[in-house]
């Protein structure tokens, strides 16, 4: 999502603190969680945690259980259920959480962790003059505030503008150099020719742009290509900005689009594709794609063609408020009429029932600020624990992801965020974390001394 051209930097705003102060003093991120014993499921020698909360949400359930524990075992869940059942093997590392919230960890849908926050740098200026190796630095800052925040896995959607550095992010967080979710990533988007930015310079010039232009045969090469550098999405831009008035229209046909989603599906790989405008949607949707995002402009009528074909909307609401803010708006009512229709096309979406993914197309705004999206999700509509499931299992789903993340269930993955109080009721207890886990190792634990 590109610098709006009617927007200009002011100074940068932040919703709430940073969540790094909640870092354990002392304890490094992705630490061992303690002595190791012999796994009563596996027999080999692993760390053992058990986490006793107030509350468990399991990720797809539609309640709480009270008095459940989870047990550990390296990288995974080996035992989850009613704390009397779970045993705890000698030398295991037993943490008692009172008055929290033990929930899976959350997933970020939609993120460009390679920029941001617009008013900051515009993003005409990240692309052509922030140099690639300093956004790669501030980049390995957004992972970590991204994680200190509870997001234990981000689908990353375009580098805008820089290659493919996510590809080598992705490598650093796997390997243990740089703390952050785990990441899925596009590498760079691809769009029609003459539709995307950097825009507003002399036609004579030919500059660098934030995505890679490729139209009709071209498209697959394209897509080969992208897949070939390691991206696990294909990101398509469905429409932008380009129309005679710098309105937003459809750029690519919808055989263009057919022929891009089988080339990535031939290889295992969905598509997302970028599209607010009806048409742009509808094409999208009946060329195989997996996701809509932002969707500003959706009819009834293509939000019923998404429900029949499964297909997730990413509404990126937090990313649109943020633009709103930058524009001057102070955040009371009444909303921008830009921001009111995208909150009518959210509620016809949820009347429709269409699959929603919770992406915030952070990067527009601070990274470490992710659950604005959830927060406003729940203002618009959602109920917060709809918001939890859509954070947590529902996102798992989408990313095909859900036999190892998404859910606090034995065998899967063991990423857990524990906050204190209730997310059922309020999402604001999404920014009292106590600890956060990421393949069984804690990487962020708030201090005893510091419970109330």
């Known amino acids: 999502m590109p610098y709006p051209p009617t927007v200009r930097p002011a100074r940068s705003r932040r919703w709430h603190p940073v969540l790094s102060a909640l870092l354990l ?16 499921t596996t027999g080999k020698s692993v760390p053992v945690l058990v986490i006793r909360p107030e509350r468990l949400f399991d990720g797809s359930g539609t309640e709480l259980h009270r008095g459940w524990a989870v047990r550990i075992e390296g990288e995974r869940i080996a035992a989850v259920g009613a704390a009397a059942t779970v045993s705890v093997p000698p030398g295991a590392t037993v943490l008692d959480l009172p008055g929290a919230t033990l929930l899976p960890g959350l997933i970020e849908g939609h993120s460009h962790v390679l920029l941001h926050p617009y008013d900051e740098t515009s993003w005409n200026d990240q692309v052509l003059k922030e140099p690639e190796a300093l956004r790669v630095a501030r980049a390995t800052v957004h992972l970590r505030r991204t994680l200190e925040a509870g997001f234990t896995t981000e689908r990353d959607l375009g580098t805008e503008g820089a290659g493919v550095a996510d590809t080598g992010l992705k490598m650093a967080v796997a390997q243990g150099i740089v703390p952050g979710p785990r990441l899925l990533v596009a590498g760079r988007a691809l769009v ?56 937003a229209r459809p750029t690519y046909s919808l055989d263009e689009l057919r022929r891009a989603v089988e080339t990535a599906t031939s290889s295992g790989r969905p598509v997302a594709v970028h599209a607010v405008t009806p048409e742009a949607i509808r094409r999208a949707v009946e060329a195989g794609a997996r996701s809509i995002e932002h969707g500003d402009e959706a009819t009834p009528e293509v939000l019923r063609r998404m429900a029949a074909n499964g297909v997730y909307l990413c509404p990126t609401l937090a990313a649109s408020e943020a633009v709103e803010r930058y524009r001057g708006w102070d955040g009371r009512a009444p909303l921008p009429e830009r921001l009111a229709a995208k909150r009518s096309s959210f509620a016809a979406a949820l009347a429709a029932g269409v699959p929603i993914c919770a992406g915030s197309d952070v990067g527009v705004f601070a990274h470490g600020e992710n659950a604005r999206e959830l927060e406003l999700m729940a203002e618009w509509g959602m109920s917060p624990l709809a918001v939890l499931r859509a954070a947590t299992s529902g996102n798992a789903h989408l990313l095909r992801l859900d036999d190892e993340i998404g859910s606090i269930r034995t065998g899967l993955v063991a990423d857990l965020l524990a906050v204190e109080g209730d997310p059922t009721t309020d999402l604001k207890a999404l920014r009292r974390i106590e600890l956060v886990v990421k393949s069984g190792q804690i990487v962020v634990q708030r201090p005893a001394a510091a419970r109330p």
Not at 29 to 39: D, I, Q
Not at 213 to 227: F, N, T, Y
């Open 25 to 40: 003093l002392g304890a490094s991120l992705t630490a061992p969680v303690g002595g190791t014993e012999p796994s009563p």
């Open 192 to 247: 029609a020719t003459g539709s995307y930015g950097p825009k507003g310079f002399s036609p004579d010039w030919d500059l660098p742009l934030g995505a890679q232009q490729a139209d009709g045969d071209e498209l697959i090469h394209a897509v080969r290509e992208q897949i070939g550098r390691g991206a696990d999405w294909v990101k398509l831009y469905g429409d932008y900005r380009w129309g005679p008035h710098g309105e």
